[in-house]
């Protein structure tokens, strides 16, 4: 026995020998479908928000800020320590007069810091290793290496 509701709207008609399936009618108003929307945004939007704040805030803490210095064309410390996995970033200070850059093809990283500026760089989270850094302009004893660990 068929529902009152669709013996004139049969899933399935048979036409010749082919079986055509044909959809349902709409049966949902407009007025229905505007506050079921307004119920599940007024449900949502909270939610979504909650979640922006919060994950932000987390994302913020997360990040370890590492000081370096550039005096003499020196890195100090020379040996920089982060944990693997995690982003970090640098704020790196130039105490000297002249310009250097901050460069690591390891790292795919390269800024140039002004005498008596400073920068921050922003690393990505790293896989454990040795990330080797030189002074551009100062090879030769401006160098480093960032360990993750």
């Known amino acids: 026995m068929k529902p009152a509701n669709r013996q004139h709207h049969d899933s399935w008609r048979k036409s010749g020998t082919a079986i055509a399936l044909v ?5 949902t108003t407009f007025k229905q479908r505007f506050w079921r929307g307004r119920i599940l945004l007024r449900c949502l939007v909270p939610v979504f928000l909650a979640t922006l704040a919060l994950g932000g805030r987390a994302l913020a803490e997360d990040v370890a800020n590492i000081e370096v210095t550039i005096k003499d064309h020196r890195f100090s410390p020379s040996e920089i320590r982060v944990p693997a996995g995690k982003p970090t970033s640098l704020t790196i200070k130039n105490e000297d007069p002249t310009a250097e850059e901050f460069d690591s093809l390891a790292l795919k990283v390269e800024k140039v810091i002004a005498g008596g500026r400073s920068a921050t760089l922003r690393l990505r989270p790293l896989g454990p290793g040795r990330y080797p850094f ?11 290496v960032v360990i993750a660990e």
């Open 134 to 144: 030189i002074g551009e302009y100062h090879p030769d004893t401006a160098h480093g």
């Open 23 to 27: 959809a349902p009618p709409i049966t």
